[in-house]
């Protein structure tokens, strides 16, 4: 047990510098705690505001939600290191996409939540709650449109109620409900999916909530969120 905990750890570990690596490059020195700069900022940046589709922007993001989340994280069984080491090399080989929706995702996060000290892990959640999240990005306006239509009103006939009523009048999170104002889109999408299938067991009325949604619905929520 002690021998696959410690291979698994190197495991993460490895796979967290090589993205570390690739991540700040180039990319200016921060005040940040060591756990950003060495582990998070790979996927996330330093500031939070990942550029890379298929992660979450995490800057300005609600401590209470990132503290819950990391919990689930640290709930979860890691994999056996023969599955592991298959997923490390299929992430950084394979093409990302909003239907890409397998384990892999969540690989890194798994090994973090149970390799590093909670209150380190509250470092990383405090530093970025404080950053400032920029500024949306613009898209295809009937779409945004169609997208803050279903944000703030839901759509009744489907029973799906206004997204607002959890996340905000202006997405910017409240208590455990995270803040989407600016969040990539396609990483939004891809989470949907997963709600509408049930993958994503921490949230159940969210899954009750978008199970009516549609590919088109949601690709407009999404789009309009990502314009906040």
Known sequence: MT??????????????FFLVACSLRGEMQWDAPRIVTTNCSGCHRVDGNSQLPYFPRV???NAAYSEKKLAEFAESPTPPVDELLHMITSRIDGHKSVGNNTPNER????????????EVLKEAVDWYARQTPAPG???????????EQIFAKGVPDQHIIACMSCHGQSAQGQ??????AGQNSEYLEAQLV??????RKHAPEMTMEVRELNSDQARAVAAYLQSR
């Open 3 to 16: 021998t696959h905990k410690t291979i698994t750890k190197a495991g993460v570990s490895t796979f967290a």
């Open 59 to 61: 800057a300005g993001l």
């Open 107 to 118: 690989i890194n996060m798994l090994g973090m939540a149970h390799a590093v000290k909670p």
């Open 137 to 147: 990005r613009g898209g295809n306006t009937a779409l945004i449109q169609q997208g």
């Open 175 to 180: 208590a455990t409900a995270p803040r989407l």
């Open 194 to 199: 997963k709600f509408r299938r049930g993958d």
